[in-house]
């Protein structure tokens, strides 16, 4: 599946649209009216990318950007302005480009900023897993992960709101039947909290289904 994109477009855009060009393309295009949505928006959705187009809006988008950049700290965001004057440097973006432009230009732009092979790329709810660099993020939070670890976040992933039993567990992550050696899983179960959870003593989404396995939540 492509990537996920955060799309901001005001009411006021005199251009139109790209949005509906890129889902044709099958990129998921979350589209939000506002610099106030995008930013209660953008840790639940976890995109790949953000787009501001700043010409459709009352505002200049710099302070959004900074404040999404507050949000999560390297995401890549992209400016559309109808200003000459506007660099990359004045929004903190990874590139402004100017209207008018074609759906090439723009696609040029943004596919370097995406994931190399998005096929690795794995998003459920807010968590956003990257098997090839082996990083999560989740509500702002990224974290390297073992192989382990990463193979253990995937199988969840997979089986949302399903509970996975230990044995298969065991089984898929570490090549085993013996499920003898609990605290192996558990303890990596909780250096998986402690990558996606706010506070792991009290995990929102791995949930413990007592005698019998894990379960991925997701609201």
């Known amino acids: ?21 890129l889902r044709k393309k099958d990129y998921q295009i979350e589209l939000v009216p506002t610099g106030a949505a995008a930013l209660n928006t953008v840790l639940a ?5 953000v787009v501001v187009n700043a010409a459709s809006l009352r505002s200049s988008g710099k302070r959004i950007c900074k404040d999404l950049r507050a949000k999560i700290q390297d995401l ?4 559309i302005s109808e200003d000459e004057q506007d660099s990359d440097a004045d929004y903190g973006a990874n590139a402004v480009l100017k209207l008018p432009f074609t759906m090439r230009k723009l696609l040029n732009r ?15 709810g ?9 990083k999560v993020r989740c509500q702002g939070r990224e974290a390297r992960l073992t192989p382990h670890l990463c193979h253990l976040l ?7 709101g399903i509970v996975v039993e230990r044995a298969q567990l065991f089984s898929q992550v570490w090549k085993t ?8 899983l558990d303890v990596h179960i909780s250096w998986l909290r402690r990558a996606i959870e706010e506070d792991p003593r009290q995990p929102k989404f791995i949930k413990t289904i007592r005698s019998i396995g894990y379960r991925l939540d997701i609201e």
Request: no cysteine; net charge positive; proline share 12%.
């Open 1 to 21: 599946m492509k990537a996920r994109i955060l799309w901001i477009e005001g009411k006021r855009a005199n251009s139109p649209s790209f949005v509906p060009g």
């Open 45 to 49: 959705y976890n995109p790949d990318l």
């Open 76 to 79: 890549p965001v992209v400016v």
């Open 110 to 124: 943004i596919v370097p900023l995406l994931p190399a092979d998005e096929t690795k790329i794995f998003h459920v």
């Open 126 to 134: 807010p968590i956003r897993l990257d098997l090839a660099l082996k």
């Open 154 to 160: 995937q199988i969840l992933m997979e089986k949302p």
């Open 177 to 184: 039947d013996y499920t003898g050696d609990t605290r192996t």
